[in-house]
């Protein structure tokens, strides 16, 4: 049944596979006089695109997104935007070898005996590719969110065992800077340096590595979020839990927050100076939502990356006819995925965001 | 905007607050001609229900459902199942020293802000009362299920710092009988023993403490899940991150996969004996579901709780005007929510397993 | 696959079968702090209910609404809004004897096929009883739309062949007095005559015979609707032809529109006479709606429902084994059905708008 | 909020203006493995397409179809597939014009008020150009429901008051052959000349005249449709409403059914002479669709199309500024819509069908 979409009011559609001629999104339900900046889009893809630096993939990909509706005169209309990525330089042929061989922890297999037919050619729709689309999506929720002074800040938090400490600064333009300082997108100068070692390393071997994304939003109004099933925390999980390679979400206090105490966890309210303001808390253990709804304090939530399945050693494997074959990777693939895939957790992140925000108005 | 259902093809909607006139479900789309077991219902009710043991809320529901449509002759027909549940302990005066207060780490401040008026007693609509809704429509979907022989299986693995050690088998009906042996619902009964003692301390603490639930899903058919947005983990996560005092979800691997490298996390499959056979993998990093769909092996994920906020001290807060306040629990709580929550947390992943089960049916 | 529910942003969910424990409705997305009237409800339900005149069933039901959810202190609270109808007065006796005959035209062999099993007892779940939680949730809907000032008006304009003349004002509230001082709920009080002696003379001979009914509503802003599939007119008539034994649907022009010319159909405008007023204009073939978007003018539309199927005469048939059998109507039906009708066609136009005005606060 | 998609489980989600770069379509969970012939769907938009004769507006447009994914080796995947078409022939400088006037009858207005802005090159979204979408995605439909040898069929009944009598035969090959004989596309000979000519003489005069579409389907399995609120003939009903220009629809007896008796109105069944058939009746008044289900019979139904807004004549109306303006019609348009929109209304239909087909798979 049809689950190609993601969001109610804010809703994005994506189509297209790794091979095929393009992919894209249409995005219903963007209000209008939308500012349309699409040089920033732009520059969102290209924080995703493969090819970026050395410790990404080589397939050369400019990613160039065409609007082919719902903006007249720089502004959006009220109506579907339709953003189109062409597919460049795909090499079918580097895949000409799994045409029938189920790659070890791929999708080949569940493809092939869900629909009894699949596109094997660079894993076609269960490829990272049709993330492209979404994070045009999320670029165009971002100038959305602009009017509300809202910010989105997603930066590498691990690669393997390689921990970075607790951000140095709750300012996301200075955050954002010192990322993109970095190919890792690290916020921390140090441990990037560290990982983008480790990286070289594990490329070298042919192997790849997991890694953790950290993200915090900040300006979020009081009272986004439904309670009961599409709490706001649960939607941002089920969006982190839908990229590619995503093995768990936590957040607030997350899966350490299960070890505390209540009388240790919970936030204790600060009394504002004037009463017209939102009210603050002393900790944030609730991540910024309570109730499954935003209560004004920074959203923060971590998104686990497991390694990425193609290596470039030989694994043994099974064939569509059930024969032993071997097989080693080809393809042009990451050795690690985090740092393309920070703009990828914004990108969902701002979807989530101005999609509850939309959702909010009925009740207002 | 509406947000109080789940599922689309087996869909539920929920109604009800703490100390209204009653709780209960819709359940619209489960298919005809399922035997309906009221029994077993009552019993997965009462598995969640207050009062049960000495660490549980001492509350006195009897949880008590009857079904007012869609059953003809013990069986299902296909139309819409009402699941009713009335209220019948509410003591509403224990929360009238909350009316005007906003309790920390509670939803009363976020409702308040969203909605501009709140049910205060006992947390109204973002009662883990709610559940019980749940619990009751999970049950229907297990019967459901049972006909595909599908079984869930989840219990405590942690309580604060407590670990279980890992499942000493994989035989569900074995372990079900094992965890219902003590009130904790931990399948480890050594461990069981230390969570209730530790639990115990707490409670006369006036405290309270987190926890963790570990799952595990077996006989699941090859082909659930959708790709891409609704992931067959994506909706599992979902679903649990709904749940109140969850803080996380991780599934297969999960968050420890993000430090590991893709040459040992790599799933390599198992030449089966007969063709027709669904293929297994050798280890299960994957937790039975590769590229959103499930792949036939054991699907297992891991949830965990934050302490729950209402805790028998003296704590800071502050009332509706601003006015700095002090506030003390009372009503009647648990002091570790995860002994009670298993139940919630096997029927919220039956209610998925069924919906993208029916899901699947459109392409076969 | 589920199908029970109405409506994106103000959405309900029905539930019950003729001659089960209850009907009723959950109502999703209720904005709160609405005034809730349950007198205003339970007049609603009367209007609708049986045994209300001697020209309907004479099955007594006495519709009793209770709110099970959603309400705190008189008002919405932005939850489910849980609105049950106990069943009072079935004979399911009445139907035994067609236990396993089809009766023809109505839906008996079709829920056969569909679904493998039926609950035969007074229709089961395509019994005309479940509008009666339309109507509840229907006059929630109007209690919500009073805020806006927005009246709906309908009335029957046609039993049989006779046809009522054109409306005689544009005063919803003198019309619905006029309305309501007859039984067949014809606002002209002289074809109600007509309209009623002929309907008795139909009773007497165990027939049945069919009508139409006109709908007016007035005050809706301009900008309700979405472009393209959910245009205003679309969703009212979904929501009309949802209902049952209605046949046709048509509004504005309507039927008679297709043989004019653009010429004299175009609507032309009406220069305010203050530029901040909404636009008029001179005639109103539109029906109030352009492009699928209200334009502030008066909604109007026409509903054709058949004769209702169970007749007090005997007709042949076939049995499940496929035996030819006679069966003759029994139990308590309606000789004509647009005189209760016509409060469920209003509470369905209620739940569009109210669906509609909240849909559109998205883009503002 | 979003409202551009149709469907549930065969769903499709539309983009594009009038003027823009391009309309398309994207299909979502179209079941894999149905052939894809790129050139029936290519006839398909032909039919549509403006410029096809001399009754028909003059705009040149290919409206040639290409397919971006979803598609391996000329079978669907069972992934999203992309139909895009784009624009050739705008000449944007024929509306400048109505840049600021408001053309009556017209989506001007109603367009502007909602979103504060709009793409007011011929008519923006609101061009009946946005219907080769659903025709090509209406093509797609028709392939997947050959699987099943269900066909639809429909034609001009009627244009203006010239009326076509009822259809001399129901082999639907037969009857597509007649039709695409003439180019107002009615099934019968003498009155497609008849209607030919008036249409003449109307574009002559610089006029627009409304008109009627009649069609059945056969072969539609038993138990399509989901009773109360997704009965068929609702979602039929709604389908064809949204098409532009839509002002009625009714199925089976419609509108005059609801001046007939039920002894007459019954549709009796036919004792089947092998037991594992499907019931037939001896009269269809129930258009095929018996309690919102498919009976097996075949389905019919009427819709009703206001004559075009565009008129070649000068029409007082107003500008965005409120002054007196006086506006005519230029660009390039039809004096009659139904020749093109019979192809619009098969398309609709087919998506319904397919969805409800795929729909019922959850029972099955």
Known sequence: MAGNSFGKAFKITTFGESHGKAIGVIIDGCPP???????FIQQELDKRKPGQSKITTQRKESDTCSILSGIFEGKTTGTPIMLLIPNEDQRSKDYSHIQDKY????????YQVKYGIRDYRGGGRSSARETAARVAAGALAKLFLKQYNIEIFSHVSAVGKIQAPNLSSNNIKELLAI???????????????????????IKKEGDTVGGKIATVIQNVPVGLGEPVFDKLHADLGKAM???????????GSGFEGSSM????HNDIFINPEHSNKALKTLTNFSGGIQGGISNGMDINFNVAFKPVATIMRAQNTIDQEGNDVEITGKGRHDPCVVPRAVIIVEAMAALVIADHLLRNKAYQ
Chains 1, 2, 3, 4 share one sequence.
């Open 33 to 39: 006089n939308v500012e349309v900046d699409l040089e």
């Open 179 to 201: 990322r993109e300082e970095n190919i890792v997108r690290c916020a921390d100068p140090a441990t990037a340096k560290e990982m983008e070692n480790f990286i070289g390393v």
């Open 241 to 251: 839990l839908s990229i590619n390679a995503v093995h768990g979400f936590e957040y």
């Open 103 to 110: 790659r070890p922890s791929h999708a080949d297999y569940t």
């Open 261 to 264: 105490r209540g009388s240790e």
